[in-house]
Nanobody
């Protein structure tokens, strides 16, 4: 079983940047082989896909709403996944969740993920 812990959330003004981190713990080989994703949930809204990265870090996919502003990356040596968020907008305000999938391929549907972190709050003021 993989445990995920997010950090890096906070309060920022529109146009600013934040970098979210996700620390994964578990069997090293297991974490290395997993595709990872970021999702978010705003108050009163359903959870939505933000970004995902393959086990190798080579392949990525983004929601249209964040494409060109957010960048997902991973450091398998450190069992870390990151989400660099630039040009933040008020509509990016949400709780951001890190997720891990027991397969290496990308997935944009949260139902395909097997482990979730507790979330970190991101608040963007306009």
């Amino acid at each position: 079983q993989v445990q995920l812990v997010e950090s890096g959330g906070g309060f920022v003004q529109a146009g600013g940047s934040l970098r979210l981190s996700c620390a994964a713990s578990g069997r090293a080989f297991t974490v290395y082989a997993m595709a990872m994703g970021w999702f978010r949930q705003a108050p009163g809204k359903e959870r939505e896909f933000v970004a995902t990265v393959s086990w190798s870090g080579i392949r990525t996919s983004y929601a249209d709403s964040v494409k060109g502003r957010f960048t997902i990356s991973r450091d398998n040596a450190k069992n870390m996944v990151y989400l660099q968020m630039n040009s933040l907008k008020a509509e990016d305000t949400a709780v951001y969740y890190c997720a891990a999938r027991n397969r290496g391929e990308l997935a944009t549907n949260g139902g395909f993920y097997d482990a979730w972190g507790q979330g970190t709050q991101v608040t963007v003021s306009s």
